[in-house]
């Protein structure tokens, strides 16, 4: 446990040079793209003392202070980079704070949600005012007298304030000499609204009867009034904020994995009264003196209950009580851990039954909760956002359509051409370089893929993950929940010589059916399932070898349960109609039967035949749990329980080696228990890494990324979501947890392993329907410049090309309608 100093900031022992002071959370807006992180973390880093972390999807900055830097400071350097920001949080690395108060410095920026909003509501008003737009300039049947004046006043708010998100990243860009899709977006849409605007004031094109003549190509010596390109201003905006939209829909869900992560612990505690001696002190009544308190108020020291049933209110020493407590949030293994005085507990966990009284020795940022939390928020911070293919595309893309349609307007001019024929030659360049179709090929992939996706269990969550799944070489698997079905299951009886399996389950059952214990209820359900395979009420044979053919139901009495030993009772038939001596008769009936772990038995005196001890080692050595039956002072039978393989695992794990990736299972449970479930499904024994506490399985995640693996993670848990965050590419299963569903990148909807294959190759298929896409829009683009470059394209012929190009894309992506 790490000691803390307890002082407040700039008091008692100064902090080394290099020993981090304080930790600081800044809400950034404006980022639109990976070279925004990379200025922002520059402009950060530059400072003394400073090590900054940018999440573009969070739109957040998470900054390590190693110095004293005012928050101001921070701040203006964020916004000497271009960007908006605000401190979100601030934590002291030397005093203790409470959870709340480590979760507040870790919230997810509103900005995310602000930004969304604010996209969703340009959006809206953008496609109303497009429509009657786009319909009056390109159908000349509707053109009134005077419709230019009307396409113009609904088409310049479409423009300016519509696409003012463009125009912002582009001036953004361009001061620090960068060029974006955003901006051939900005100045294609300024290009086309600006020239329509000098044609409708200036040029003649505002005279009332104007009508707009399709001319296949701009004419030299044209004597008309010029073309207006409003409807191809409104259309571009339009179709860019729906893709825009769409990507800031996936960035508002990114910070749920905290927030879950942090509902999962408990709200109150029952803290407990104690004196200076550390006893708990007790009322005129004799009771503990108890009060309902936030978790947040618990400190080191701090005494409380857990009522059956009940989670943990934070990490602690049990002082008294024993109870089995099931760990299956954290640690995703299916088995309880039975604990008693002097045993430790974590916090969130769940007290199955008994009555505990814990002192608590973790709180707030401490507990193993928080730590889990820490991890998933440093790995989804430390997951730098793939560029965008259009991105990368437009890096060169723009500057050189930019530098043909100057190139044009100038040789143009110097060939002798009319003023209005060389600008109209230069916009038809901007104009069909303006990336409709590439804005459009991966948000309308992306659309059909997950809609494709959703239908078969799949949800993706974004563009960026696809390139991941490309270049994934290795799956790793979490064992319980996953490969296998996450609860204990009775899978053999192994009897003594002479006693009947059958018999010994019926004894087992009717005493565990009392216990509250996930074992006990286990074996329950299976003496349930053999009486009703029988199809009759079972009867317990009595003493005498003949006595079997007395039927009636088990009845149990003087039933003791001992924590993390077994459990007890006297089992007798429960017969109906004895006639005389009943009473003798049930008492010779009855048998007391004890039901258990091995060493349990040992310590009671039990004669353990040497075939019992025997089949107990065998089946422990494959991972199973066991317990032994016993009666008569002698144990009787093995029972030999085990968190079974999923029937549909086995297949899935063929289908992923088939797609050339290799399986890797990661578990927390023992050797023995990997090991099996690896061989029921098909992985190699090379392959199997077990016995991994769950703040280390982002660790090992890391081990295979730094042998040059390209790494997926499958898991269900919450021990799993840092290993989903931290992995190239996190798949959880719907079944599972929250927190593991909002770490990962990819949700499997049934929880059934086959889908995880399936997940693969509909990322990759959607994947390669983007790259034709952008292939083809990138190849038009190529295509057609030369020729509006040539004045051989009138400008309102290019917008309809450009609307083709975008109809060829959306129907490309349909095509992933059929994949999966």
């Not at 994934?472 to 979490?478: C, F, G, M, Q, R």
């Amino acid at each position: 446990m790490t000691t803390h100093t307890d002082h407040s900031p700039g008091t008692g022992a100064p902090a080394t040079p290099d020993a981090p002071l304080r930790e600081v959370d800044l809400a950034v807006s404006g980022m639109t793209c990976a070279s925004c992180v990379a200025r922002v973390e520059r402009k950060l880093t530059k400072l003394p003392g400073v090590e900054a972390t940018v999440n573009l999807p969070l739109e957040s900055a998470h900054v390590v202070l190693s110095r004293d830097v005012p928050d101001d400071e921070l701040v203006r350097a964020v916004e000497a980079a271009g960007y908006e920001a605000r401190v979100t949080g601030s934590r002291s690395l030397t005093t203790d704070v409470s959870e709340e108060e480590w979760a507040g410095a870790h919230q997810v920026s509103d900005t995310v949600e602000y930004r969304g909003a604010d996209l969703l509501r340009r959006l809206r008003v953008s496609a109303v005012l497009t429509v009657p737009v786009l319909a009056l300039s390109m159908i000349p049947a509707l053109q009134f007298t005077g419709w230019q004046w009307v396409v113009a006043a609904l088409a310049l708010p479409v423009v300016t304030w519509g696409a003012w998100p463009f125009h912002v990243a582009a001036v953004r860009a361009a001061r620090h000499g960068a060029s974006t899709m955003d901006t051939l977006v900005s100045v294609g849409v300024v290009a086309a609204s600006v020239w329509s605007l000098w044609a409708l004031l200036l040029g003649g094109a505002g005279e009332l009867g104007m009508r707009m003549e399709a001319t296949l190509l701009p004419s030299r010596d044209h004597m008309g009034p010029p073309e207006l390109y409003f409807e191809v201003a409104a259309v571009v905006t339009t179709f860019l904020l729906t893709g825009r939209y769409a990507e800031h829909r996936s960035k508002r869900r990114a910070g749920d994995a905290l927030r879950s992560l942090l509902e999962l612990g408990a709200k109150e505690a029952e803290r407990v009264a104690v004196g200076p001696d550390g006893t708990p002190l007790t009322g005129p009544d004799g009771g503990r003196v108890t009060s309902r308190v936030p978790v947040a108020e618990l400190r080191r020291g701090d005494v409380f209950t857990v009522r059956p049933g009940e989670k943990v209110a934070t990490d602690g020493v049990v002082l008294s009580g024993t109870s089995a407590v099931d760990t299956s949030l954290l640690t995703g293994e299916p088995v309880p851990v039975d604990v008693g005085p002097g045993d430790a507990v974590t916090g969130a966990t769940v007290n199955t039954s008994g009555h505990l009284l814990v002192r608590a020795t973790r709180v707030g940022s401490e507990t193993t909760l928080a730590q889990i939390g820490r991890l998933v928020a440093q790995a989804q911070t430390g997951k730098a956002p793939v560029q965008r293919l259009a991105d990368r595309i437009s890096a060169v893309f723009v500057p050189v359509a930019f530098g043909i349609a100057a190139l044009t307007l100038v040789g143009w001019l110097l060939a002798g051409a009319s003023t209005q024929f060389a600008f109209t030659a230069a916009v038809a360049v901007l104009i069909i370089a303006c990336p409709c179709a590439l804005g459009l090929a991966t948000p309308t992939a992306l659309l059909v893929g997950t809609g494709r996706g959703a239908q078969l269990g799949v949800l993706i969550k974004g563009p960026e993950i696809l390139e991941s799944t490309r270049r994934i070489d290795t799956v790793v698997l979490d064992k319980t929940g996953t490969v296998t079905e996450g609860r204990m299951r009775l899978e053999r009886v192994t009897p003594a010589e002479g006693v009947d399996a059958d018999e010994a389950l019926r004894y087992a059952g009717a005493v565990e059916a009392l216990s509250e214990h996930p074992i006990a209820q286990a074996v329950a359900a299976a003496a349930a399932a053999s009486r009703e395979l029988s199809g009759s009420r079972v009867g317990m044979p009595g003493p005498g070898p003949d006595s079997s053919d007395d039927k009636g139901a088990l009845e149990v009495s003087e039933f003791v349960a001992t924590a993390g030993g077994g459990v007890e009772g006297l089992v007798r038939a429960a017969h109906s109609g004895l006639g005389t001596g009943t009473t003798a008769a049930l008492a010779l009936n009855a048998r007391r039967v004890v039901v258990g772990r091995l060493t349990w038995l040992d310590e009671r005196g039990v004669r353990v035949p040497d075939e019992v001890r025997a089949a107990v080692g065998q089946a422990e050595d494959t991972g199973a749990t066991t317990v032994v039956a016993a009666w008569d002072g002698t144990a009787r039978a093995v029972l030999e329980l085990r968190d079974p393989v999923k029937p549909t695992s086995a297949r899935a794990v063929a289908e992923l080696q088939a797609l050339g990736l290799r399986p890797v299972l990661l578990t927390g449970d023992s050797e023995g228990a990997a090991r099996e479930a690896a061989r029921q499904v098909g992985i190699a024994e090379s392959d199997v890494v077990a016995r991994v506490l769950p703040q280390d399985k982002a660790a090992a995640v890391r081990r295979l990324q730094a042998e040059g693996r390209v790494v997926a993670m499958v898991g269900d848990g919450v021990n799993d979501a840092a290993a989903l965050a931290t992995a190239d590419l996190g798949l959880a299963l719907g079944t599972g947890t929250d927190v593991a569903i909002e770490a990962s990148d990819i949700t499997l909807v049934r929880g059934d392993l086959r889908a995880a294959p399936t997940a693969v190759r509909l990322s990759r298929a959607t994947l390669r329907i983007i790259k034709q896409n952008l292939f083809w829009a990138f190849a038009y683009n190529t295509a057609a410049i030369p020729l509006a470059a040539a004045g051989l394209l009138n400008p309102m012929i290019a917008g309809a090309a450009m609307a083709a190009s975008s109809v060829l894309v959306v129907s490309n992506s349909l095509r992933l309608r059929r994949a999966g």
